[in-house]
């Protein structure tokens, strides 16, 4: 099953620095590449300076939440998210 996720940034986003220059990124880029590399994510990146689209191959919504809870813990901290399903 495909899932597109749409979240925004959270609290620790400071809209005064570029997105290679905010909190933890090389954490958040290294994580979302490994998810890239194994297939989880197949499509996605930046909507705008404050949204984001990702095109998921996973079993649930579910698995998303877990897969990005890992995220989370490594980066950004908290964002709204919602899902919508594909295929």
Request: hydrophobic share 45%.
């Amino acid at each position: 099953m495909f899932l597109a996720h749409l979240s925004h940034t959270g609290p620790q986003w400071d809209v005064a620095r570029p997105m290679e220059e905010q909190t933890e990124w090389p954490a958040h880029a290294s994580y979302m590449d490994m998810l890239v590399d194994e297939g989880i994510i197949v499509l996605g990146g930046p909507l705008d300076d404050m949204r984001v689209v990702l095109a998921m191959e996973v079993e649930s919504e579910e698995a998303v939440r877990v897969i990005l809870s890992g995220l989370r813990r490594k980066s950004f901290g908290d964002y709204a998210a919602g899902f919508g399903t594909a295929g």
